[in-house]
């Protein structure tokens, strides 16, 4: 188990991450969602002790991760894939982790067969892409058996079938008991492996909630003629409406009671349906966009 | 909805059984000693390319040396002194360089965030790769001793007037103090400035500068600041009398460097 409470950073007079609470449980994958520069890295980067925090705390299985006498046998953690030595072969490096974690050689061998890697493992790391490198990371994080996994930007220069292959390795692993937090900054890439959502946006929670939960329906998205007067006519009758950012229109109310709206102003309608997630793309829509990062 | 009831069981693949009801083959997880953390530092030191290159180059060096000593004999007995001074002095000067690369290529690598997110108690990482940096000069520079040794036996026959072994144990003291003192210093400016270029630039640059000119500009009280000097005088282990210039030296250049060094490494970002 995770938890992370009211984890602040700042450096300087710029504030990069900012009461950040939240808690992952065993037996679930949590996607830690946000567009870069949101803070995601750091807060891990927190919770793995690497990174003082201004405020708040945060624990591993209760513990702060310094106070854990041999973290990696705890919790595996791959932070960038690409800093890995490139003049060391994968196999050395996995030996040396295992000698650290305690664990026997014949592990990494294992691991190192359990990610594909093993064609591979007397090559230097430097030859290795980044998809491979990613794989060997994965191999580093599992090789203490650990309880628990943090992975930033896992899917990061993977292809279609390595991101597949990650995602039964991860469900496989959290539905023995496991539990996993993996950041992205893609929500396509993370939707179909991750049970919760944990969605951060200029330093701060925007989104937490399971994955069906945030894509579920909420309410009805409609697009027409005329934009401004069916957000008018709408408004007018007495709904809650929030604009979208390619004109259409998400509304808190049933498409019966939008058309009616709708047909009462005379306004043409152009789609009507469930909204279907759209608040949550709507809303990564906002956080990815140069406008927003500006502001 | 018959159609998914035929098709459904193919997905449902076997679930693992749940890792609290796996005996795991592991050994227990213990904390990591601070002899490991130093066995993985020495071994983090010779198995990659560039580190092998540095010691074998480091051991061709004393071997040129030698071989130079040996063709260009000199008249009379043959002394060791003379034979490990040649083979050693680049070795003394290019040892620290392990020194300061054990702190720093971490850094450059980036694989500082590997070993501090499996050790997050950097200071006794930090200490450990310190005592490995010595460790491993320790056996180059006695690598370079055998070396002088067997080059001393061969040019005492070679000449025929014969070897000389006189000063042995005062020679080989000397060799291994200074080159410890060096080797922690290199360690200590590694520790404070990790770009390793800039901190062997800086390790080298840096006293020297100082020796040229220090005497000019504040007269004999520079002998305080003289690293150089102070290493001299603990190689022939006779300090002159100069005991508090000799200390003052050593912790202005090296026990002040290695104090700012764990500071600064146990806070510094690691990107």
């Known amino acids: 188990m995770i938890t992370v409470e009211n984890l602040s950073k700042r450096y300087g007079s710029t504030t990069a991450v900012s009461d950040v609470s939240f808690t992952v449980e065993p037996g679930s994958i949590t996607g830690f969602l946000g567009p870069n520069g949101a803070g995601k890295s750091t807060t891990l980067r927190m919770l793995t002790g690497l990174t003082p925090p201004s405020s708040g705390r945060a624990t591993i299985a209760g513990k702060k991760y310094a106070d854990l006498p041999n973290p990696g046998r705890v919790v595996g953690v791959m932070l960038d894939a690409a800093a890995q030595h490139p003049g060391r072969t994968g196999r050395e490096t996995l030996l040396l982790n295992a000698a650290l974690l305690g664990v026997p050689s014949t592990r990494a061998d294992e691991m190192l067969e359990a990610v594909g890697l093993t064609p591979a493992a007397k090559r230097r790391v430097g030859q290795y892409s980044l998809g491979m490198r990613q794989r060997l990371g994965i191999a580093a994080a599992l090789l203490g058996d650990p309880a628990a996994l943090i992975l930033d930007e896992p899917a990061n220069g993977m292809d279609p079938e390595g991101i597949r292959w990650m995602r039964g390795l991860l469900q496989d692993f959290a539905s023995r008991g496991g539990t996993v937090i993996l950041s992205s900054h893609l929500l396509g890439e993370v939707q179909a492996t991750v049970d919760r959502l944990v969605v951060i946006g200029g330093g701060r929670i925007v989104a937490d909630g399971s994955l069906e939960e945030l894509l579920a329906g909420s309410g009805t998205l409609v697009r027409g003629l005329d934009p401004n007067g069916l957000n008018q006519a709408l408004t007018a009758a007495g709904l809650s409406v929030e604009p979208l950012y390619d004109g259409a229109l998400r509304v808190d109310a049933t498409a019966e009671q939008v058309g009616r709206a709708a047909a009462a102003a005379g306004q043409i309608l152009l789609e009507l349906r469930e909204s279907d997630g759209a608040g949550l793309e709507e809303l990564f829509f906002q956080l990815t966009s140069p406008t927003a990062a500006a502001a | ?271």
Request: net charge positive; hydrophobic share 55%; proline share 4%.
């Open chain 2, 1 to 271: 909805m018959a159609v998914t009831e035929i098709t459904s069981p193919v997905a449902a693949a076997v679930p693992g059984k749940h890792r609290a009801a796996v005996a795991t083959s592991l050994p227990p997880a213990r904390g990591q000693s601070f002899l490991k953390l130093v066995t993985i530092e020495l071994r983090k030191s010779v198995n990659t390319r560039s580190g092998r290159f540095l010691i074998l180059g480091i051991l061709a060096l004393a071997l040129a040396a030698l071989t130079w000593q040996l063709t260009h004999l000199n008249d009379g007995k043959q002394t060791f002194d003379s034979y490990l001074a040649a083979a050693s002095t680049g070795v003394m000067l290019l040892l620290p360089v392990i020194g300061v690369m054990a702190m720093t290529s971490e850094w450059t690598q980036r694989t500082a965030l590997t070993t501090f997110t499996l050790s997050p108690r950097r200071i006794r990482v930090q200490l450990a790769k310190f005592v490995s940096a010595i460790l491993l000069s320790v056996v180059v520079l006695s690598v370079t001793v055998v070396l002088a040794l067997a080059g001393t036996a061969l040019g005492g026959s070679l000449s025929g007037d014969g070897a000389s072994y006189a000063g042995f144990g005062g020679a080989l003291a000397g060799a291994y103090l200074t080159t410890a003192l060096n080797v922690v210093m290199g360690a200590a400016f590694g520790a404070v400035i990790a770009q390793t270029a800039v901190a062997i630039l800086v390790f080298f640059v840096a006293p020297t500068a100082w020796t040229l000119a220090g005497p000019a500009l504040f007269k004999s009280n520079a002998d305080w600041l003289d690293v150089f000097g102070a290493f001299g005088r603990i190689a022939e282990r006779d300090l002159h009398g100069m005991v508090p210039e000799t200390l003052t030296a050593i912790g202005i250049w090296i026990v002040l460097p290695t104090i700012v060094g764990l500071w600064a490494s146990s806070r510094r970002e690691v990107k």
